[in-house]
């Protein structure tokens, strides 16, 4: 599953000079994760943005508590931004 919202306030800094700003974020099953499904769709996501999107800041936020994800965002080659709030209150990270 993969969805994108607008930026929070705490993220608005982060693409503040974009005309067009996304955060994007997705999961997979857990059985999926010996398949590598989490890094194909990751890959696959950043593509699509980049050549179907006008958006000139993409962002991805995951919780605090998905460790695996972070790592994936850091191996992709994407920098950790920020740490805030997902809705609810939970404590995440942002990446672009």
Request: net charge negative.
């Amino acid at each position: 599953m993969c969805l994108y919202r607008a930026l929070t306030a705490e993220e608005i800094p982060l693409c503040k000079d974009a005309a067009y700003a996304a955060d994007v974020g997705f999961w997979v099953r857990t059985s999926e994760l010996t398949n590598a499904l989490d890094q194909h769709l990751l890959a696959t996501v950043r593509d699509w943005f980049q050549a179907e999107w006008a958006f000139d800041c993409v962002v991805f936020t995951v919780s605090q508590q998905e460790t695996r994800q972070a790592a994936l965002f850091q191996a992709a080659g994407l920098k950790q931004r920020l740490a805030g709030t997902l809705w609810g209150g939970r404590p995440c990270w942002v990446f672009g």
